[in-house]
T-cell receptor, first 115, second 115 residues
């Protein structure tokens, strides 16, 4: 078990640029989640996948955000035309779906700074 | 609305002293309940969870939490704090059925440990 891996760890970008983050979940986990955490706050749910299907999206996920999990393994989160308000830690988590005994395993996150 | 409140933003305790971190929630039914810990620059690690049954649950690193339905609380405790416990602690709730990965987190409590 190598854990959930996220890349890059840090990203600094200028306002208006596009950025893409990658998440590699634990290999046997079929569910993958994206959360956003701003300074001094707890994580907020953005979206989740079961295998390759994106099953739920938060209202926090504006049209500038898109997430994919094309083969049901790794996932990407893209932010287009970044804004300063997008600066946050983006956390990925995975779990083995099913009943309630499947806690989330989080990656170390990608910290985005928009200048 | 569903929410989680952690009334203490910052707590300082002496090493070896006991610890209690408070968590109150607002939810339509009894949710699944979780405590996570986050060290600086890291992802979240699950300390313990409550789904049903015994209202006193044991977790990793010597932590325990007690679910009190009448008070809508799920407070985290540790009898003797170690310097390595300094971190940020998050209480979270999830739906009692279906997708347990979509969690609502509190704002977090930062724990500082004095030598």
């Amino acid at each position: 078990d190598t854990g959930v891996s996220q890349d890059p760890r840090h990203k600094i970008t200028k306002r208006g640029q596009n950025v893409t983050f990658r998440c590699d979940p634990i290999s046997e986990h079929n569910r993958l989640y994206w959360y956003r955490q701003t300074l001094g706050q707890g994580p907020e749910f953005l979206t989740y996948f079961q295998n390759e299907a994106q099953l739920e999206k938060s209202r926090l996920l504006s049209d500038r955000f898109s997430a994919e999990r094309p083969k049901g393994s790794f996932s990407t989160l893209e932010i287009q035309r970044t804004e300063q308000g997008d600066s946050a830690m983006y956390l990925c988590a995975s779990s083995q779906g099913g009943a309630g005994n499947s806690p989330l395993h989080f990656g170390n996150g990608t910290r985005l700074t928009v200048t | 609305a569903q929410s989680v409140t952690q009334p203490d933003i910052h707590i300082t305790v002496s090493e070896g002293a006991s610890l209690e971190l408070r968590c109150n929630y607002s939810y339509g039914a009894t949710p699944y309940l979780f405590w996570y810990v986050q060290s600086p620059g890291q992802g979240l690690q699950l300390l313990l969870k409550y789904f049903s049954g015994d209202t006193l649950v044991q977790g990793i690193k010597g932590f325990e939490a007690e679910f009190k339905r009448s008070q809508s609380s799920f407070n985290l405790r540790k009898p003797s704090v170690h310097w390595s416990d300094a971190a940020e602690y998050f209480c979270a709730v999830g739906a009692p059925s279906g997708n347990t990965g979509k969690l609502i987190f509190g704002q977090g409590t930062t724990l500082q440990v004095k030598p």
